[in-house]
């Protein structure tokens, strides 16, 4: 059994987590304070109630309103913010808006997935550099949402194919993209529910390299399909190994609110192991604060697990 690892996304120019606790995270997302619930922060707050006030944006704990498994709820304003701003993070560059569900259209946290897809792909590019072109390594990102795997996969010299039910996340991937400078690159941008695109890419015989997903508790398709992760992850991971290639580079598999533990997704990527050899990391996403509270303590809010085989 591998030892479970601890990935930490540490302050950057345009990302600070700068306080949690008390069922909250205060961030500075470029020069934007928001507030808003995490469920995970399960401790004291170590910033005055004065600093927490300075918030541009909270976004309330009271009033939420459970859709499939997310709360939805209202943001209040201090005051006016553009309709969405940019930032660059993880050499990448992203649209921020705060949405009725508290997302912003950026999970900082995956930034340690990004930084070890692009060197897998890079080692891979570098090893015939004279045969191999960009685009030549293929990979599928599943429940793409604004894109951050996708673009970062992009940048690295990949071909990706990019999938999500919501129209609105696809569109924001694109912009996200545009913005980072990565439009012309190979990317095909499918509005499609997983499943069954996956199904029809077993039919038609394509082949990746590297797969993501980062599959919802709960969610629908395009054409508002049911998803539930209890009844169709296994089912998914089972078809996506029918898409790697014979020598593929990784399968990842992320997790946030559905309550599984990474050895659950550990345990579905064995076969991949069984059959291509390689290894398989585990561990949880987390972001560090940047307040150590006047002690040499460091305190890291954990924000979801992974599951990742390479070869």
């Given amino acids: 059994m591998n030892t479970s690892k601890i990935l930490t996304?540490?302050?950057?120019?345009?990302?600070?987590?700068?306080?949690?606790?008390?069922?909250?995270?205060?961030?500075?997302?470029?020069?934007?304070?928001?507030?808003?619930?995490?469920?995970?922060?399960?401790?004291k707050k170590r910033?005055?109630?004065?600093?927490?006030?300075?918030?541009?944006?909270?976004?309330?704990?009271?009033?939420?309103?459970?859709?499939?498994?997310?709360?939805?709820?209202?943001?209040?304003?201090?005051?006016?913010?553009?309709?969405?701003?940019?930032?660059?993070?993880?050499?990448?560059?992203f649209y921020i808006k705060p949405t009725a569900f508290k997302h912003i259209g950026l999970f900082p946290e995956q930034a340690p997935n990004w930084d070890w897809m692009r060197e897998k792909i890079k080692e891979e590019g570098n090893k015939n550099k004279e045969t191999k072109k960009e685009g030549e390594i293929e990979v599928l990102n599943l429940f793409a949402y604004t894109g951050g795997a996708t673009i970062a996969c992009a940048q690295a010299g990949a071909k990706v194919v990019h999938v999500d039910g919501s129209k609105v996340a696809l569109t924001w991937a694109r912009d996200n993209a545009e913005l980072s400078g990565?439009?012309?690159?190979?990317?095909?941008?499918?509005?499609?529910?997983?499943?069954?695109?996956?199904?029809?890419?077993?039919k038609r015989g394509r082949k990746y390299h590297g797969i993501i997903m980062d599959p919802p508790a709960f969610g629908h398709g395009a054409e508002n399909e049911v998803w539930k992760i209890e009844d169709d992850f296994m089912a998914l991971v089972e078809l996506c190994t029918e898409l790697l290639t014979p020598e593929p580079l990784f399968f990842l598999v992320n997790g946030y609110s559905a309550g599984y533990s990474a050895i659950a997704y550990r345990n579905n990527l064995l076969p991949l192991k069984e059959k291509f050899g390689g290894d398989i990391e585990i561990g949880e996403l987390t972001?560090?604060?940047?307040?150590?509270?006047?002690?040499?303590?460091?305190?890291?809010?954990?924000?979801?697990?992974f599951a990742r085989w390479s070869k």
């Fill in 47 to 93: 910033l005055s109630s004065a600093d927490w006030k300075k918030a541009d944006a909270h976004f309330g704990k009271s009033g939420l309103v459970l859709v499939g498994q997310e709360e939805r709820g209202n943001w209040s304003f201090k005051k006016e913010l553009p309709n969405r701003w940019e930032i660059s993070f993880a050499d990448l560059k």
């Fill in 182 to 202: 990565l439009k012309d690159k190979p990317i095909r941008w499918i509005l499609d529910d997983v499943r069954a695109f996956v199904k029809r890419e077993i």
């Fill in 9 to 43: 996304t540490k302050v950057s120019v345009d990302y600070e987590l700068l306080d949690s606790g008390e069922g909250e995270k205060l961030e500075r997302i470029g020069k934007v304070l928001l507030s808003r619930p995490d469920p995970q922060a399960l401790w």
């Fill in 287 to 305: 972001l560090e604060e940047s307040v150590n509270g006047g002690t040499s303590e460091v305190r890291l809010l954990p924000c979801g697990i």
